[in-house]
């Protein structure tokens, strides 16, 4: 059975077209593309949700012969809703749409409490000249706080992933991390990369600085051994099948992953990087400066991010 089962799909409804009730920014469009793609392709119920945050007084800002700006927003957004439930029953994807009033990421993560969603999809947009992808509040925020993976979507040229990178650091969260992009890749033929970045704790305790032989045979063991380790993970989530379709890497991180995933995801043009996040044990909500979290500023395409089995949710 396919992994996801019941879609979260994000709508921001700022980013719609005032003009029109079914036209969204790219961001947003993109984010209801996959959305719509992964339920056609998994049998996969899906739910548009949107989120209001209602203004503390908005008498000022009532028309003659017209309502409160909340309720004229909160019309406006069933509306365009509906029209995306009109858009996947066409496709012949069961689709309901919901909306709340709050904070975007408190209700979506409510809603997924609630209702038991196994993904979230939300869209954040590239900004103009700035050369790196940053990520919106909501985005951040379900990152740090939603317990199911959330998939935050870039707008691309590819219609869908073609190639896509899993980062391993042998966890428990990675192996997840590699089931769900296995599965992506059988959908969607895309190439899976599974890339781990090695480091040297010896070279800080004795070396001089200096790639003499018995570094370099050292640095040499390292990289085969988390060569030989990714393939033990890589045989174990997929039981053993072949799976030709996966490309295995091993990069010098030098102390810090970050650079070496960043470069291989420009360098291998990847469209969609799958990762774990960590959360200290027992203080919910609150994260570890690991590597995910660093680069959710950075990386340049989209990144579906996997919460461990032992994450707790501050939200209730």
Not at 25 to 42: C, Q, T
Not at 87 to 108: D, K, M, N, T, Y
Not at 170 to 182: C, I, K, M, N, Q
Not at 240 to 260: C, M, P, Q, R, Y
Request: include cysteine.
């Amino acid at each position: 059975m396919p992994r996801f089962q019941n879609i979260l799909v994000g709508v921001d409804l700022l980013q719609a077209d005032p003009t029109s009730s079914a036209s969204f920014s790219p961001p947003v469009e993109e984010a209801i593309k996959y959305g719509l793609w992964l339920a056609e392709k998994s049998s996969a119920a899906i739910t548009f949700f949107s989120a209001v945050e209602v203004p503390q007084d908005d008498r000022y800002s009532q028309q003659p012969d017209e309502g409160p700006l909340t309720e004229r927003i909160e019309q406006a957004g069933r509306t365009a809703l509906e029209h995306l439930v009109e858009r996947a029953g066409a496709r012949g994807v069961r689709a309901s749409s919901q909306l709340a009033r709050g904070e975007g990421w408190i209700e979506i993560t409510r809603a997924v409490l609630r209702h038991h969603h196994d993904l979230v999809i939300v869209g954040t947009r590239n900004l103009g000249t700035v050369q790196r992808f940053l990520f919106g509040s909501t985005a951040m925020k379900l990152l740090h706080n939603c317990p199911c993976p959330v998939w935050i979507t870039r707008p691309q040229p590819r219609p869908m992933p073609t190639n896509v990178l899993v980062a391993s650091d042998f966890s428990a969260v990675s192996d997840e991390a590699l089931r769900l992009a296995l599965e992506i890749g059988s959908l969607t033929g895309a190439q899976v990369h599974l890339l781990h970045a090695v480091d040297y704790p010896l070279d800080r305790l004795w070396s001089t600085g200096l790639l003499d032989s018995s570094t370099r045979a050292y640095h040499d063991q390292v990289q085969a051994d988390a060569q030989q380790a990714l393939g033990e993970q890589l045989s174990r989530i997929s039981g053993g099948k072949s799976a030709g379709g996966v490309e295995i890497h091993v990069a010098e991180g030098l102390s810090i992953a970050d650079t070496a995933i960043l470069e291989f995801v420009e360098r291998n043009h990847i469209d969609l990087l799958l990762m774990g996040t960590m959360a200290r044990g027992g203080i919910p909500g609150v994260f570890i400066g690991n590597t995910a979290e660093r680069l959710v500023t950075h990386v340049q395409c989209s990144l579906l991010a996997v919460k461990p089995a032992d994450f707790h949710c501050p939200i209730r």
